[in-house]
């Protein structure tokens, strides 16, 4: 069997970064989690992410911030944005930019669940 | 002059010392005049003496006897002094003791006892008779009844006081027992109470039903003040609620001869009281805000007089009440206000408060699904799924302290007055901010002063002022993109031994012209919001006996917004001061 796939978790939130690689792992994915975005930027598991769930607020550089520096450095990620601010009217904005889909925390399973096939049809 | 019968002309009085020859003249001519001399004297309207070099009286006019009811021969030497009010007799001995050793003339107030046991004000005043060596041959001495310019000064003290205290702010019912006390020392022995009058419809368009309310009945006896079970007034019950029914004075001058109010008339009766006054008092919008009522034990209608005393007695009440009214309606106004800026800080802290919430829920849930599957697995991860299980309980308490934050600073409660810790305020207002700030790309520059004395003050309300004041330069940073934004917040204690917060931003500042307009309600230099957030935050910190204001940065762009509060008193009561902080 292949090594399972890789999904990068992005949040500056400590209680995703715990609670959400734990549920993508039991779904068989390997994981990373990384609390800002240049920690994932510097970090060696950049070139083997095949989805990277991101917050969009964040200190420093935000998600959306993080979207262009990888289009810039064509890195063809497919990008689940996750969010706290309870604003749907966001969505169709954030997803016309090219994110597979925009979650609102909290999420369920199963739109979790969604959002990755979406992301890796593949699997 | 009345005296004088000398051909030269030159005039010669009573106490003249430069005119001794005619008084000696007058002497001896006395005897063919003395009768006319003694009518005279006693057509003076007044009471007129004289006294041996030592004091005793030795002559009074036949007014005087009149007067007091005390012949003449009963008055004599110091005797007179029996006439004199307990309360005056005291000092006047000593004024009187003080003269006579002085030789110098002198006049003094006091009451006289009438022969029917009451009591007038008068002026004395005593001049001593010397002779060609100086020596005091009598003292010669006129009492003028001054009653009346007495009671006008005392209505005018009272009044001067009453107003005093309606501008002092005093509350409204010792207001109402002050004027009460007026209207009993102008009106002798009578009772005064004054009652509330309220206007309420019970429908829409109905008339208006007049409702009694408590006033200040400081010596009416109880189960003669109406307004007790505040139901609408009835005016067969009592004159008073008939006066406020009518909204028309109701005089009653004998109660004896009275047929109306049986069970309230048996009892003003059985008090001893026989006549009762009562006057509308009038509101500034012309409709019956209250009765001024006035009990007397003896049968009487008033005078012209007596009736505009109690015209100018209402109108005090009415200025009273009327303030009283506008207080409250204000104090209404200004916690529905305070209440509104609560909801609009509330919307634009929607976002914020979403957020905080959001995350520790995702937690949950996520933690939650991942818990099941790992007892779902096969087999099942029980130690995996205990560890998450533990997360979930963290995330839901982080979501609950959330919660129980936002609660603590937006809950309508009255004013609670504790010693609060600025800084410590401060601080919890900036960590439910966080997110706000970050969000608007703000930088934050906390720079609290050590041993910051506390405050006594409403910890919440101050949290909303310290909220208003960052919200506020946050939205004032907005439009700025040139820079990068920067807002400090900073406390100190200053010489004058208060505590301030100061809240800095490096936004576009304000015309200094503006400097006062800002903290006027519904002004706003922005584009959303109702501009009461200021104001609101000044009656706040004014409310703490402290001051808010705003300064344009003199050293870089942006502005000050600045609170200054009295420090707590270091040594007050010592049970009282050791408050226990409690975090929110």
């Known amino acids: 069997m292949d090594t399972p796939l890789l999904i990068t978790v992005v949040d500056d939130d400590e209680s995703v970064r715990e609670s959400l690689p734990d ?8 994981v990373q989690a990384f609390s800002s975005a240049p920690d994932f930027l510097t970090s060696e598991y950049l070139a083997q992410t095949r989805c990277l769930i991101l917050d969009i607020a964040m200190p420093g550089m935000s998600g959306l911030e993080l979207q262009k520096e990888l289009k810039l450095r064509r890195y063809d990620i497919p990008i689940i944005f996750i969010t706290a601010h309870g604003d749907p009217a966001e969505r169709p904005r954030l997803m016309s930019q090219g994110a597979v889909d925009c979650l609102m925390k909290p999420f369920s399973e199963a739109a979790l669940l969604k959002a990755l096939s979406a992301a890796l049809p593949v699997s | 002059m009345m005296f004088s019968r000398k051909p030269s002309g030159a005039s010669s009085t009573i106490g003249d010392s430069e005119n ?25 309207p007044g009471f007129v003496w004289s006294a041996a070099p030592d004091g005793n009286v030795t ?148 008339e208006p039903v007049p409702r009694i309310q408590p006033g200040a009945a400081p010596h009416v006896p109880p189960n003669l003040v109406p307004g007790a079970d505040g139901r609408p007034a009835d005016a067969v019950l009592c004159p008073v609620a008939m006066a406020a029914v009518a909204n028309e004075q109701v005089i ?5 001869h009275e047929t109306r109010w049986d069970g309230w008339r048996a009892r003003a009766l059985s008090h001893g009281l026989q006549a009762n006054w009562s006057t509308p008092v009038t509101s500034s919008k012309g409709t019956v805000s209250g009765i001024l009522s006035i009990l007397h034990s003896e049968p009487q209608t008033p005078s012209t007089a007596q009736r505009n005393l109690i ?24 916690s529905e206000l305070t209440h509104l800026a609560r909801v609009a800080s509330l919307g634009a802290l929607t976002a914020s408060i979403a957020h905080e919430v959001n995350q520790p829920l995702a937690g949950i ?16 991860n029980v130690t995996g799924a205990l560890e998450t ?34 800084n410590e305020a401060a601080r919890e207002v900036i960590a439910m901010l966080l997110g706000e700030l970050q969000r608007n790309g703000v930088m934050l520059h906390p720079e609290f002063a050590d041993n910051l004395p506390q405050v006594m003050g409403d910890r919440v309300q101050l949290q909303q002022v310290i909220l208003n004041l960052i919200l506020n330069a946050t939205e004032a940073m907005n439009t700025i993109s040139s820079r990068s934004r920067h807002l400090q917040i900073s406390t100190h204690a200053d010489d004058n031994d208060r505590v301030c917060l100061t809240v800095r931003d490096n936004g576009n500042g304000f015309d200094p012209q503006d400097a006062q307009r800002l903290f006027t309600a519904f002004y706003t230099t922005k584009s959303s919001g109702m501009g009461i957030g200021l104001s609101v935050s000044r009656s706040i910190i004014e409310g703490h006996e402290g001051s808010l204001w705003a300064t344009v940065n003199e050293d870089g762009p942006g502005a000050s917004f600045r609170f200054a509060l009295p420090r707590k008193p270091q040594c007050d009561n010592a049970g009282e001061s050791v408050t226990i902080q409690e975090p929110l």
């Open chain 1, 23 to 30: 549920l993508l792992r039991e779904f068989g994915f390997r």
């Open chain 2, 20 to 44: 001794k020859n005619g008084m000696n003249n007058e002497c001896v001519r006395s005897s063919a005049t003395e009768d006319s001399l003694r009518r005279l004297i006693d057509a003076v």
């Open chain 2, 59 to 206: 002559f009074l006019n036949q007014r005087w006897a009149d007067y007091t009811g005390v012949e003449l021969c009963d008055a004599q030497g110091f005797r007179w002094t029996q006439s004199l009010h307990p309360e005056d007799a005291p000092a006047l001995a000593v004024y009187w003791g003080q003269l006579l050793q002085s030789g110098e003339a002198g006049e003094y107030e006091a009451r006289l006892r009438r022969f029917d046991g009451s009591y007038r004000w008068f002026l004395i005043r005593a001049v001593p008779q010397r002779d060609e060596s100086g020596a005091i041959l009598c003292w010669y001495g006129e009492n003028t009844d001054i009653e009346d310019r007495k009671r006008a000064e005392m209505l005018l003290a009272g009044e001067k006081h009453l107003l005093s205290m309606i501008a002092g702010g005093s509350a409204l019912t010792p207001i109402l027992e002050a004027l009460c006390e007026l209207v009993e020392g102008s009106f002798n022995g009578a009772l005064c109470s004054i009652v509330l009058v309220d206007l309420k419809h019970p429908y829409p368009a109905s």
């Open chain 2, 252 to 256: 009653v001058g004998d109660l004896n």
């Open chain 2, 311 to 334: 015209a100018q007695c209402t109108h005090l009440a009415s200025i009273a009440i009327d303030r009283a009214r506008n207080e409250a309606a204000l104090g209404k106004i200004r």
């Open chain 2, 365 to 380: 849930i996520t933690n939650a699904s991942t818990c099941l599957r790992m007892l779902g697995a096969d087999p099942p």
């Open chain 2, 389 to 422: 299980a533990r997360r979930t309980i963290r995330d839901g308490n982080r979501a609950s302290d959330v919660i129980n934050r936002l609660r603590a600073l937006f809950s309508k409660k009255s004013i609670t007055l504790e010693s609060v810790d600025i």
